[in-house]
């Protein structure tokens, strides 16, 4: 009885985005509409809570998300000239992904590893102390 | 030569089975009041950042009836410059789970979150595994101990909003919310997550609490001086020689000998500018202001915070304006967005700056500093109101030396 | 007993509440914007900030409550400066240029922010206008959005998630991105909109507006090939005046026909004719469906709103609703009909246009179930500015009456406009034709009032007749679901806007707190004026029965008057 009184006990919707995004790459527009049957929310609603994040995406993103640190402590270690090299390999701005649908580029804040900077991250695996020439070989080896 | 002190930094302790538990042991020794009091006595403040007394948090909440109530630790680290919670997450596990537990004995909560960021991926893991064989081993969702203390634990992942380290945004974002501060009051104790009384307390800040409970560090707590009791740990980052994570003694170090000694003095044949002394929501210290020792009501003299420990050293190197820029754009995508001080104030700081560096404009410092007054006194959280401390202090110290356009400083 | 200081006053409260109610109390106004009474408490324009005595940061006034000993000021050096500060920011995001200005604007005459800049005193404005570049939503026939001077201050989001209980606004994105919009920026034609305009009503900044037909209903008027007849609403001859007169509450029907036969209509008739033909249809298919084991409840159909909240929400109860046309559907095929006919008119030379307090039935007209039975609709708001734009005194006008044909009526029409008046209109006839007595009291004071859920049981003959009326349609959805629940009723009007049509989306915009009080009570005073005061006496209907539809219910007129409804996706 206790158990179903209290909200601890239902799934959470951040955790449940984030079983979604994991699975197809993005939240489709399916995924909302059952989200929103199941949590009595509006689908404008949860829009508004996915787009709010920036780790859940409403468009299919690259293989690869490439996350990129430019905030100050990496950015104080030439983050930016690591990020003009990667941008101009992958021909990406930033929140893109390459057509072949391989590359999703994020220019991102700190990803916490301030003494090791610059710090890039390809999906889940963190590179530190990069450079233009060490950022280009990590993608290469995902090509 | 300035020494360490290792308390929270130390061996890695990912081993569940040879793990003691002696704080958590002893708080179910001694009783929840005295649990309390003890983290009270120590004088342990908060180190997220706001520095607010964790035993009175505490012992407030301990006071608040409800039906459920709540402990959360705030793992969401996102002010840049800042690792140690990271670093303990993925060293010293065991200590934060720990930390959690007698937060949540002391107030009388049976049930916890911790919200790590998105971001962490490594720390998700580990801290995950951590979750599932403590409940193997009856640490969590069990009596402990045989005693009438049982925690049930979730692990939250947070998605990449800054934002949600605020501790109201947190508690919009585990309810499944777009991560925007709550008004407050009600403060999270009276009417927290669910609407339930909750705590939330920073990952070092409960490290700390560990320690303070912890029967073979008892010396802990005496350690520092008042205002500023036991250890901090530092994240040394920026133009320094030797960057990364140190712990020290409160007021037993200056900030120059952090930079100089610990932090090995700055790259290259570089002078250092000034020091950013607890991430980038705080005010700069000028490189030949370092002399004083390091504690909360130091910096709190010097109009600076020690904030969340992120110590960022910056050498003359650098293009001020660049910084500022810099630092603007962090607070200007990550503002929640509700709030109209902070969501346009922060804008339209970019666009002053932006306009500075690109076009032959004056600084406009007035504009500025209104923009900042408005910000810091009327923004709805705490993120907010110091969102603009960085660049203000920067203007107000080195504003003479900008000079149009590009390069700024002779 | 509580005891504060507001700017030196000393106060007195026999309970909690907010600085900004208490300083209300105490006759001083703190400037606000993202507050409205009656939504949720936001807290994120900050503009009613004040100065609490041993604080250094400002409280926000909406959202913090007073305390014993609180010594407050809400107009300090401090907190003056710092408006003046947010209000430029704010206003910067509002993007006013040479294409997007105030001279065109929809609040153009009742601006909130020119309002508070004026409160403020703001005097300089040192911030260029943020160019967000938003194009403008377009994708409804009711209700245009343009983004480019949304502030974000959140107010139509709660007005429809928690007033419409509906939410088809979000705020998305965060920081400079943050915006107000719908689902995946689709555009409010393509989402589960209600069309009900309560939105308008809300916004600050005239970023949502209706479709304006104001320019095609002009150059009809100017094409001598059409015959162009007009229709007005029960609910607009008690607010069209409030845009001259500022004023709330006043009855100007007689001045309304003169202002629109001086605009060139070519006959002034009467929406309210046509609600004494709905009663008659809708009443005889009440009394129908309760001898024959018809469906019940049986739902009203009038109010546009409601009709496409529960083709969304409800599709399920879709039989329950009245196949009743609404009085201004009835209207236009009557007009194009029997008028065409008696007036001796080509039935394709006759353009139809209403005047509504209703975005919806912009909406409704465009409905493919009934296309063609109306061509224009104007909201009350449209008509008042073109009455501007043709230079009449409105106020000073002399009155004139409706053309005869369609636009005579009985009082029970005239109630169409409020909450509860189709049911009382509707209970006037049912009891006399079921009875076939007079009613002794007339008024059905059970279903008259302005809460948002009435329930009444009213004896007709020896029948009970289990009545509900709902308005709102967050107060709609509770009463679905109190069916779902089991709950049993036998007839209901739903009408989708707080206070029924009176409180309409296409209404003047009022600043009058009691504006709704004031014009129910002139709805309910026009009715007592009438002498005719129920559907079935109106002897043009009897006339329009006897000479083309037969009796309610016929063929024709099922032909004519009625329709049918679609379940929509959500």
């Known amino acids: 009885m206790d158990k179903l009184k209290s909200l601890f006990y239902q799934d959470s919707l951040l955790e449940k985005l984030h079983q979604i995004q994991i699975t197809y790459g993005y939240i489709p527009e399916a995924e909302i509409e059952n989200l929103s049957e199941k949590y009595q929310l509006a689908r404008a609603n949860v829009y508004g809570v996915i787009s709010f994040y920036s780790m859940f995406y409403t468009e299919p993103t690259g293989k690869y998300i490439i996350r990129i640190c430019d905030s100050i402590s990496c950015h104080l270690n030439e983050s930016d000239s690591v990020l003009r090299a990667v941008k101009s390999y992958l021909g990406l701005k930033s929140h893109q992904t390459t057509e072949d649908k391989k590359f999703t580029l994020e220019v991102v804040e700190c990803l916490g590893h301030c003494g090791e900077g610059p710090v890039m991250m390809v999906n889940n695996k963190i590179f530190t102390k990069i450079n233009k020439n060490k950022a280009l070989e990590i993608l290469n080896d995902c090509m | 030569m300035a020494q360490e002190k290792l308390y929270l930094k130390g061996d890695k302790l990912l081993d569940i089975s040879n793990y003691e538990f002696k704080s958590i042991k002893n708080a179910l020794r001694i009783g929840r009041e005295k649990t309390i009091k003890k983290v009270k006595d120590s004088g342990l403040k908060g180190r997220g950042g706001a520095g607010f007394p964790t035993g009175i948090k505490w012992e407030m909440a301990a006071e608040v009836e409800g039906k459920e109530k709540y402990v959360v630790c705030n793992a969401d680290e996102g002010e840049p410059g800042t690792f140690k919670d990271r670093y303990l997450l993925e060293e010293r596990p065991l200590k934060v789970l720990e930390g959690i537990m007698l937060a949540a004995y002391a107030v009388g909560a049976d049930k916890a979150y911790i919200y790590i960021r998105g971001e962490y991926s490594k720390s998700i893991e580990i801290f995950s595994e951590i979750i599932e064989t403590a409940r193997e081993k009856k640490i969590l969702d069990a009596n402990l101990f045989d005693s009438d203390f049982k925690l049930e634990l979730k692990l939250i992942r947070g998605a990449g909003a800054y934002v949600c380290g605020d501790e109201t945004s947190l508690i919009n974002s585990i309810e499944g919310k777009r991560g925007r501060s709550r008004i407050k009051p009600p403060y999270p104790i009276e009417k927290g997550l669910f609407k339930q009384p909750t705590v939330v307390n920073n990952v070092e800040s409960l490290c700390c609490a560990a320690e303070v409970l912890n029967p073979d560090s008892e010396e802990f707590s005496e350690l520092g001086i008042k205002g500023s009791k036991g250890t901090k740990l530092l994240c040394l980052s920026g133009d320094l020689n030797k960057p990364g994570l140190y712990e020290v003694e409160f007021a037993q170090i200056t900030l120059a000998e952090i930079i100089y000694d610990l932090g090995g003095g700055i790259k290259g044949n570089e002078d250092l500018r000034f020091v950013i002394p607890g991430g980038i929501s705080t005010a700069v210290i000028k490189a030949e202001d370092l002399d004083f020792p390091y504690s909360y009501q130091a910096f709190e003299k010097r109009g600076s915070s020690l904030g969340s420990g992120a110590v960022i050293a910056v050498s003359k190197k650098h293009d001020l304006i660049d910084l500022m820029l810099n630092v603007s754009r962090f607070y200007m995508d990550e503002t929640c967005g509700t709030c109209f001080p902070c969501r346009e104030g922060n804008r339209q700081i970019n666009k002053i700056l932006n306009a500075f560096k690109e076009e032959d404009r004056k600084i406009e410092t007035e504009l500025i500093s209104d923009i900042g007054n408005t910000i810091r006194l009327a923004a709805r959280c705490g993120l907010g109101q110091s969102s603009l401390n960085f660049i203000t202090s920067v203007i107000e110290n080195y504003g003479k030396e900008l000079k149009f356009g590009g390069k700024i400083y002779a | ?570």
């Open chain 3, 1 to 570: 007993m509580l005891r504060a200081e507001i700017d030196g006053l000393n106060i007195e409260l026999e309970e909690k509440i907010s600085i900004l109610d208490a300083a209300k109390k105490a006759n001083i106004n703190i400037p606000t914007l993202c507050y409205e009474d009656g939504l949720s408490i936001y807290g994120g324009c900050r503009l009613c900030v004040v100065e609490v005595e041993g604080e250094d940061l400002l409280k926000p006034a909406c959202a913090t409550e007073i305390e014993e000993g609180m010594k407050i000021k809400t107009h300090s050096k401090k907190v003056r400066d710092l408006r003046k500060n947010l209000f430029e920011l704010i206003i910067a995001t509002h993007n006013i240029d040479c294409q997007l200005n105030c001279l065109t604007c929809s609040r153009a005459s009742n601006c909130e922010l020119k309002d508070i800049a004026e409160d403020i005193g703001l005097s300089k404005m040192r911030l260029d206008p943020i160019k967000r570049g938003d194009s403008v939503d377009n994708s409804s026939y009711a209700v245009i959005r343009e983004p480019e001077k949304c502030i974000s201050c959140n107010r139509c989001i709660r007005k429809c998630e928690e007033v419409q209980g509906i939410g088809i606004f979000t705020t998305a994105n965060r920081g400079p991105e943050t915006v107000v919009t719908t689902f995946k920026d689709r555009g409010m034609g393509n989402v589960e909109c209600t069309n009900c305009g309560q939105c308008i009503l809300s916004c600050p900044t005239g970023a949502l507006h209706e479709l304006y037909q104001k320019e095609s209903v002009l150059d009809i008027l100017n094409d001598e090939t059409k015959h162009v007849v007009v229709q007005t609403a029960p609910a607009v001859r008690v607010a069209i005046s409030e845009p001259f007169s500022n004023q709330a509450g006043d009855i100007s029907t007689g001045q309304l026909v003169t202002a629109l036969k001086r605009l060139g209509f070519d006959a002034v008739f009467d929406t309210n004719f046509a609600a004494d033909l709905t009663i008659m249809e809708e009443g005889t298919e009440l009394i129908d469906r309760i001898n024959n084991d018809g469906k019940l409840p049986l739902f009203t159909s009038c109010s546009p709103g409601w009709i496409k909240f529960i083709e969304h929400f409800y599709p399920e109860y879709l039989d329950n609703l009245s196949s009743a046309k609404s009085p201004q559907q009835m209207f236009g095929a009557v007009a194009k009909s029997y008028y065409a006919k008696e007036a001796g008119i080509d039935s394709d030379k006759i353009v139809v246009v209403s005047i509504m307090p209703c975005t919806a039935k912009k909406f409704e007209a465009k409905r493919e179930e009934m296309a063609g039975d109306v061509d224009y609709v104007l909201t009350t708001r449209e008509l008042a500015s073109i009455i501007k734009s043709a230079g009449i005194d409105f106020l000073n006008l002399e009155e004139s009456e409706y053309d005869e044909l369609l636009g005579v009526s009985s009082g029970a029409a005239d109630i169409f406009g409020t909450t509860g008046g189709v049911m009382e209109a509707a209970l006037r006839t049912a009891t006399e034709l079921i009875t076939g007595e007079e009613l002794g009291k007339i008024e059905f004071e059970a279903v008259r009032g302005l809460e948002g859920i009435k329930k009444a049981e009213v004896e007709i003959g020896g029948l009970k007749l289990r009545a509900a009326v709902a308005n709102g349609l967050g107060n709609a959805r509770k009463v679905m679901e109190m069916i779902k629940d089991g709950e049993e009723f036998d007839f209901i009007e739903f009408m989708a806007c707080p206070g029924g049509c009176m409180g309409g989306g296409g209404q003047p915009i009022s600043s009058d707190k009691n504006v709704l009080e004031k014009r129910q009570q002139a709805i309910y005073k026009i009715d007592k004026s009438k002498k005719m005061r129920k559907s079935h006496e109106n002897p043009y209907i009897k006339k329009l029965y006897d000479n083309y539809l037969e009796k309610p219910g016929s063929e024709i007129a099922h032909k004519l008057l009625h329709t049918k409804y679609k379940a929509r996706k959500i």
